[in-house]
């Protein structure tokens, strides 16, 4: 399907069972369907966003009818029309990891870097948990990175590195294969 014919979701609010079940059922009941789909538990409060695909009948009921879903699971619900796709140059899928003691920035001084060297974050998880022995907050962040084909890798892992010692942060980048 065109872009033309798929619609994001997002919800947020308080979590309970059975809201992915009445977020489902609503969407099939409008006949459109679930293609991609991200969602957490942060201290109580549930975060949802999806990729919502159908006939251009089927997109408008569901988001002519986002006040129903609000109601029905007490989330705060938006919907959208994607953005039109911008041209970009091509990229190689990486993965990148990190992990350290918790500190504040680790985040922002990664994102930066790879910002200033044109590399796009695509996916970006981060959890923080308390080391087995030593009760020690850890932070870990995985992340899937297109990197553009005319970048120096090596000027990547060099910048990276710095970070590593300035932060003393464990950092791996990994290419992923298609």
């Known amino acids: 399907m065109e872009s033309s014919d798929k619609l994001i979701l997002t919800a947020v609010g308080p979590d309970r069972v059975g809201l992915v ?13 679930i293609d991609d789909s991200k969602m957490a538990v942060f201290c109580g409060e549930f975060a949802l966003i999806l990729l919502i695909s159908g006939s251009p009948a089927s997109l408008l ?8 879903l609000e109601a029905l699971t007490q989330l705060a619900i938006t919907v959208k029309k994607p953005s039109s796709a911008l041209r970009r140059e091509p990229c190689r899928p990486y993965r990148l990891t990190a992990s350290c003691m918790d500190h504040p920035g680790v985040v922002y001084r990664v994102s930066h ?12 998880e981060t959890t923080t948990y308390l080391a087995p022995v030593s009760g020690t907050p850890i932070f870990r962040m995985e992340a899937s990175l297109s990197v553009p084909v005319e970048l120096n890798i090596n000027h990547l892992k060099s910048r990276l590195a710095e970070i590593e010692r300035e932060e003393n942060i464990d950092i791996e980048l990994s290419p992923l294969n298609p």
């Open 61 to 68: 009921r569901i988001a002519g009818s986002a006040s129903e």
């Open 21 to 33: 079940e009445k977020i489902s059922e609503f969407i099939s009941q409008r006949e459109g369907n």
């Open 113 to 124: 870097a790879l910002s200033q060297m044109a590399i796009n974050i695509e996916a970006m």
